[in-house]
């Protein structure tokens, strides 16, 4: 099972309907991070949760916020202690 420091959860999702697809991510390397970056200009998706045991919180958001190729994330990526805003939607580590 991995440590508190690395999966997420989705304590507040955004708004979604009652046919919205609700996703794991399990990895945030390259892919997932794609899916991610997929997800928020989707409003059908609804990311519930992000899987690492080999990232560091600190390092993901870095990760998702600066990317060399697909340039800077358009959304706001915070994090603060246990959790990780992106786009505003609170993410509890744990």
Do not use: W
């Amino acid at each position: 099972s991995p440590s508190a420091a690395t999966r997420t959860r989705l304590d507040k999702q955004k708004p979604h309907n009652k046919m919205s697809i609700r996703v794991g991510i399990n990895g945030f390397g390259r892919i997932g991070r794609l899916v991610m970056r997929a997800a928020q200009t989707n409003p059908n998706i609804s990311i519930v949760g992000v899987n690492d045991p080999f990232i560091p919180v600190d390092y993901m958001r870095y990760m998702l916020k600066y990317d060399t190729v697909h340039g800077r994330f358009p959304n706001t990526v915070e994090v603060a202690g246990d959790s990780i805003a992106v786009g505003g939607d609170k993410d509890t580590l744990g």
